[in-house]
């Protein structure tokens, strides 16, 4: 029988009912210290039965922080905080891995630990502004990270990595993508480095490489996973050359045997986007691929069934969508996603969008 995305499915060690997936969502919902309330722990419940959750974006350390009310994997309230999420989860079968965040220079002072300046591979402004508790602020020219400094942000994601253990995550997910600081680090447009860090394909890749290692060391390679997103220009973010670099990104991924390689395929905003080859890129990564952006029903079966991804994740359809599984199961109409409420704000837009039970 082909495999359809109603399959189960292992990613690593990770047992899957199904191969639909919740896509990494910020939601700007954390309580006081960025610490994941109940009503978190609800809204990841309602929408248990995915094969796998995948955490909003999480920040490993006070300065991975770039936006309100993102909750924290770097201090023991939020450990205790998550352990709600996971614990509602668990009870409802479900399985839920957490997405471990550095924002890089996507951050602004005032989010900043001593309002110092956000940091960064190199000494570059995005263009665009940050969101901020007092409203959106131009983004300002972060600092460039030294290299004695890389080995405490790979210690960072290691003790990240053993907070969400202890918190009760199936796994972790390093987030590579969206113009955040590994990705920083990855494309050219935002890394002007001269030391090992810079400059060619396998320097840039250094800095995700020795994360992958850290934060495998911790988790163990099946229950770790990396996201990536080639061709996303989100956060003022490009590279001269996207299929080299992350056709080397894969090749480099592979000797870990990760849990899977996660790739948003195309952009989130901006048009004359360059070419790119996803089956190639599909092929140079030798364990599983969850594929992202864009699918509905029918393109992630189509995608499953030719063998290009193990795994479909769902972003947009799953704010607007808890009982997605069973829509799709049921070819049920799906309820429209309200973008006023996607960042911040309360049960409205969050916990409160009806299931086919009503
Ligand atoms: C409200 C919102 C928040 C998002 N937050 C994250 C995030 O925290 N981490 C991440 O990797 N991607 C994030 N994304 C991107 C989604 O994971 C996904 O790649 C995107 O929505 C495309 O998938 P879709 O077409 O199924 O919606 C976010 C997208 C939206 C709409």
Same mark, same amino acid.
């Given at each position: ?17 199904? =191969? ?6 910020? =939601? ?9 309330? @109940? ?7 309602? =929408?248990?039965?995915?094969? @796998? ?22 201090? !023991? ?32 002072? !005032? ?95 250094? @800095? ?49 045997? @990760? ?23 599909? =092929? ?75």
């Amino acid at each position: 029988m082909t495999a359809d995305l109603f399959s189960p499915t292992k990613l690593g060690s990770i047992a899957l009912k199904n =191969r639909i997936a919740m896509a990494p969502l910020t =939601r700007n919902r954390a309580g006081q210290g960025n610490v994941p309330q @109940l009503i978190n722990a609800e809204y990841y419940a309602q =929408r248990a039965s995915a094969g @796998l959750l995948i955490t909003e974006a999480t920040p490993i350390s006070a300065t991975a922080h770039g936006y309100p009310a993102t909750p924290g994997i770097h201090d !023991s309230e939020q450990v205790e905080g998550w352990k709600q999420v996971t614990a509602a989860v668990h009870a409802k079968g479900g399985k839920i891995v957490l997405q471990l965040w550095h924002v890089g220079r996507i951050s602004h002072p !005032s989010l900043q630990p001593g309002h110092a300046l956000p940091v960064a591979p190199s000494a570059i402004k995005p263009a665009g502004q940050a969101f901020t508790y007092e409203g959106l602020q131009d983004f300002v020219t972060p600092r460039a990270l030294s290299i004695e400094e890389l080995p405490g942000i790979v210690a960072d994601y290691a003790r990240a990595t053993q907070n969400a253990l202890d918190a009760g995550f199936d796994g972790v997910e390093v987030h590579a993508a969206n113009g955040y600081l590994l990705d920083q680090f990855l494309r050219d447009g935002t890394n002007h480095r001269t030391d090992e860090y810079g400059g060619s394909m396998e320097n840039r890749t250094r @800095l995700l490489l020795e994360v992958t290692k850290a934060v495998v060391e911790v988790a163990g390679a099946d229950r770790v996973g990396v996201r990536i997103s080639p061709l996303n220009p989100f956060n003022d973010i490009s590279d001269s050359n996207p299929q080299a670099l992350f056709n080397h990104v894969a090749d480099s991924l592979n000797p870990f045997g @990760l849990a899977y390689l996660h790739v948003v395929e195309g952009g989130m905003g901006g048009d004359n986007l360059p070419a790119f080859d996803f089956a190639a890129l599909r =092929r140079h990564f030798h364990g599983s691929y969850i594929a992202n952006l864009g699918y509905d029903k029918a393109k992630g079966n189509a995608a499953i069934a030719s063998g290009h991804a193990d795994v479909v994740a769902y972003g947009a359809l799953y704010i607007a969508n808890p009982d997605l599984v069973a829509r799709f199961q049921q070819d049920a109409p799906l309820n429209a996603p309200d973008h006023a409420t996607f960042y911040g704000g309360d049960a409205k837009g969050y916990t409160d969008y009806p299931t086919l039970q009503g």
